[in-house]
């Protein structure tokens, strides 16, 4: 789409990481941009232009979504995880603790990301076996790591947590 | 207890894994442009109008840049090549004619992204067509010109010969020629794209942030294409989203921004790559094609001779090229013990996108080379794969290569048993033998490569005699905080590679205090920081060069400290001490309880200094180290001389299965081998081996830059490429050796780049697997079309012979 007039702006309001947002926006904005630049999240990051990176993956009410992929104001209303929300009363999540212990993160751009999609798989699968990590990230690319710390780093934070019961 | 050896937790990551890392797209600012960059859909057009009224008058565009502001603000950007490359015109926007699909061609500053991206499609530009020329063999023939000042599309032409190849070749017992050889085209792709951010200040200077990975050879080719001069141009770094070499010359986008700054008055301009442009237009791998190789081999199967032709693909500009042109004479026999080679090695550009260093750069190349070589030899002289390997080998080191190149250290033998052991190779030969009886196709496979680290720019002049470049160098400043603090800065620039961490622990080591009290400063600035031209990451050279200067650094540092504690606590020099205290870092008199806290130290410096004496007057706790290797430059007529200090090397085994359905060739088990010397973060170390053949894995089995014979890239999007997933990467076995380096202080080799083993390695399984169907393996990409290709036509019948 390509115009000369100025694009009406939309309310979008939703709570990132437990604190709650009201901005105005072209509808055409993508949630990831939002974050980025309204909100000022800039650990979401972006690194395609057709969904296959994840690099921008944050959680939706809970589930992973690419957030290049989803318009701020599809996201109106709901809340919103980002990986600087994972941090709790200035303690690492032990997702976060586990990547650094493997050396699951070397340039550290995939890592937010990364971390999202782990987060999504750990909350619905306690005990993923080695094949459930490989899928819960197949969406999600890292250049560095060639993957096998980051596969060890999710196993050992899912060990941790459960501990935690 | 040893920092070094230890697996320290990296301090990067603090930042990093809450999301607080510095990328250049992190930087935000009110008032900021956004740069969209139109580029040619047509791989070669001349450009014959372009009317940007409509782009102007859309309200938040600050301006749009097109070829007539280039000439008017900027000069050509510097090629390193002879003639002709010195009459390539390279500047930030094609002129009058474009000539790869992807090149820029207008440049749109405004308010937001999107509509600097709106605003790009009301520029209207009428292009003519023309032939493109797609393949380095024909674009030699000049039938269609790229650059037409320069008269022809040969960018560089040499040959290399050492030792008697016509007596070898006549001593052979067999020779074995092979016509064609290919090694195709890919890269690494960070996920973070090129990105900066650029001002041109009311001091009439340029001030960038970027990710360029590569700075201090930007700033020398910035600053005259910008017409100023190299301190005008401010350079800044932070973290980096991954480089493999790939972000070395987004200076080109960088001076672009820059442009756009100048037009809108000085506005910040934010240029951030979209992943299709990053496919399309920063650059990819050396493309090469080896031909009429013959090989002169003894009875027993022993390479005695290699004497071939190469043509390397430099797409459609030179920049960094034809660097690459003699990069790969670093590992001229790879890992062989040959003495006698002739090796015509020319370079064309054609209408493709430029390449880059990618990791491995030019090296990898040549070394694929010569293990399909050796593969191709075993089997057709039905050697078994490791006794081939066996018989070849370099075994007594330091070697000198014919070329004037010193191995400094390495044990192949080794690393061929333990990956062996690591992959279970008598497993798999059993489990081979049956599979073959059931008709499937299951191969397994040796690469065995080289990471030659800390490179001699001496060998620029092999390619260019005029260049103004030799040996290398790494700089380290370090000051003693006022909380005593070791406070570090680096040339280096890393992306990834954990050298805040790796330089805490050989500093803690050389103070005997714990890492923590070693800070070290990530990114590079230009203008605040030391550095050199060399500085940055590339060509594996941070645990040799950029240690040797840190441990210089420390030795200066510690030299000061020594005179200063001796004097305040009236004790002679030889009787002090380094160690942790109950209050941690320290200076102390041996045997007694006198001692000084580093802050003291640091106070005595910075804040109370009457009591010194004028002997102390050059203490100034604030040091600068720059570490030399021992180079000289190489003798440009013989191509001879010693380009490379340390070489690190890998072995890696690949076994893998080819469908017969779907001509899938998918990896049952993988090993790979490293030797880089003495490990300075284990945990680092095999990182980054997981790293390289990650890559390699991808490049055999998946991602490849494919062009049609228009010079339409097919694969420019993530989507079309298809970058490797956690589904398609195996589990890796990873083992290592250690053979220090009698060359480096520490006995460490630089080994970031990994030398592309899984090329090799995966090419030597898939050969394995196909011979008995009569296909000779002579490409490096072995995707299900590729394999079913040959399947459908088997080409042992003219892909080799031997007499
Ligand atoms: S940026 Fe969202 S998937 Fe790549
Ligand atoms: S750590 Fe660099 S992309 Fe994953």
Redo the contacts between chains.
Sequence with gaps: MSTTEPIALVPVEVTVNGQWYRREVEPRLLLVQFLREELRLTGTHIGCDTTYCGACTVLLNGAPVKSCTVLAVQADGSEILTVEGLEQDGKLHPLQTAFSEHHGLQCGYCTPGMLMSAHALLAANPEPSSKDIRKAIQGNLCRCTGYQNIFKAIEAAATELRGKG | MSWVGS?L??K??????????L?A??E?GAGMLHLYILRSPYAHARILNIDTT?AE???GVACVLTGKDILAHCDPFMQLGPSPCDKIRDLPLAIDKAIFQGEPVAAIAAT???LAM?AG??IEIDYEMLDAVVDAGEALADKVILHEAAGTNRTWHGVYEYGDVEQAFRDAAHVVRIPRLHFHRYA??????NACVAEWTRQGTVDFLCNNSFPGFAQQLLAPGLRLKVDQVRIRTH????S?GNKIWNYVYMALAALASKKAGGRRVKW?E???EHLLGSGHGNERTFLDTEVALDSKGVITAVRSRHIDDCGAYTRYEPLGCVIWSQVLPATYKLRNIRIDFTQAVTNKCPVVPNRGYSRMQQLWFMERVVDICAHELRIPADEMRLRNYITEFPYETPNGCVYDSGNYPAMLAKAKQLVDWDKWQKLQAAARAEGRLLGIGIGTTLDSGTNNFGQAQIMNPHLPFSGNAEVCTMRLDFDGALVICLGTGP????HETATSQVVADEFGIDPSAVQVRSGFDTAWNTFVGHSGTYASQFAVTGLSAVYGACQKMKAEMRKLAAFLLKAPEDQIEFGSGAQGPEVRVRGTDKAMGYWQLSNVINNNNAMLDASLADVTLNIRHVYRPPFSVPDTKRKFGNLTLTYAAQLHIAVVEISRETSRAQILAYAAVDDCGTVINP??V??QV??????GIGAALMESFNYDESGNLLTS???DYC?I???N?P??A?GSIQTPSPFSYNGAKGMGEGGGAPLHAISAAVQDALYESGVIVTGSHHSPPAIFAALQEPNRAHAVSVK
Excluded: M, N, W
């Design positions: 697996s937790r990296r990067e990551d603090d930042r990093l894994v809450r999301g607080q890392g990328f797209d992190d935000l409509a008058a859309l309200p937001s992204p999107a709106d499609q009301l690494s792709t960070p996920v973070e794209g973290d980096i989203g991954g493999f951030a979209l992943r299709t992306s990834g590679q954990g945990k680092i095999a990182g997981h790293g390289a053949t990650s890559h999007t993530f989507s970058p997933t956690s589904l990467i589990d890796i990873y």
